[in-house]
Nanobody, 113 residues
Framework: VQLVESGGGLVHPGGSLKLSCAVS???????LSWVRQAPGEELEWVST????????YYASSVKDRFTISRDAAKNTLYLQMNRLKPDATAVYYC????????RGQGTQVTVSS
């Protein structure tokens, strides 16, 4: 599976941003995930969607502020991020599983005033 993220940028604290991930090819997994890596930090799982059940899962740090979704017709995964905080500054990746393995090239999100 090939994954290409887009939609990152600079946003003020409290603002919103919507990331996209174009998915091509096939994967044996039933899930798609977003992970992120802040400067100097390890990769962190953010959210997962089960593409069969549409069940969604979130890290406690983003729950109720971030929404993962998928448009099957467009083969695109999304991450709507609201009420952004400076600690959300990171490179965001989509990946087949929650570990971040085989992730895309990433898109930079910077939350700063």
């Amino acid at each position: 599976v090939q994954l290409v993220e887009s939609g990152g940028g600079l946003v003020h604290p409290g603002g919103s941003l919507k990331l996209s991930c174009a998915v091509s090819g096939t994967s044996a997994r039933n899930t798609l995930s977003w992970v992120r890596q802040a400067p100097g930090e390890e990769l962190e799982w953010v959210s997962t969607i089960n593409i069969r059940s549409n069940n969604t899962y979130y890290a406690s740090s983003v729950k109720d502020r971030f929404t993962i979704s998928r448009d099957a017709a467009k083969n695109t995964l999304y991450l709507q991020m609201n009420r952004l905080k400076p600690d959300a500054t990171a490179v965001y990746y989509c990946s087949p599983g929650p570990s971040g393995r085989n992730r895309g090239q990433g898109t930079q999100v910077t939350v700063s005033s």
